[in-house]
């Protein structure tokens, strides 16, 4: 089975960037859609983005369309996601979870089964 681990997560202004990080042990995500998730207090976990690991094929939320970019590495097993223009509502516990592919449909967050531990995201006004 397949482990992710995020990282990266950090406190940033509005406006500002980051980049997570999704490193996978146990095995290669090959053949797996890799979803991001996040989650504030009192919320469910929402996806913002998801990779179809074997293609590159991706989904976006509305929300992060055209700021957050999701990107695969292959050679180093490794997804990312690239946060541009936060926004204190982007403010949010961020997860790296996994589910067999091939399809991006059916994002909720109980039909990934493998998930890493979280990393926070802060952005400040």
């Known amino acids: 089975q397949v482990r992710p681990a995020e990282s990266g997560g950090g406190l940033v202004q509005a406006g500002g960037s980051l980049r997570l990080s999704c490193a996978a042990s146990?095995?290669?995500?090959?053949?797996?859609?890799v979803g991001w998730f996040r989650q504030t207090p009192g919320k469910e976990r929402a996806i913002v983005a998801a990779?179809?690991?074997?293609?590159?094929?991706?989904w976006y939320a509305d929300s992060v369309k055209g700021r957050f970019t999701i990107s695969r590495d292959n050679a180093e097993n490794t997804g990312y996601l690239e946060m541009n223009s936060l926004k204190p509502e982007d403010t949010a516990v961020y997860y790296c979870?996994?589910?067999?592919?091939?399809?991006?449909?059916?994002?909720?967050?109980?039909?990934?089964?493998?998930w890493g531990q979280g990393t926070n995201v802060t952005v400040s006004s």
């Open positions: 979870a996994t589910r067999p592919g091939p399809t991006l449909k059916a994002l909720g967050w109980r039909s990934f089964g493998s």
């Open positions: 990779i179809y690991w074997s293609t590159g094929s991706t």
């Open positions: 146990g095995r290669t995500f090959g053949g797996h859609v």
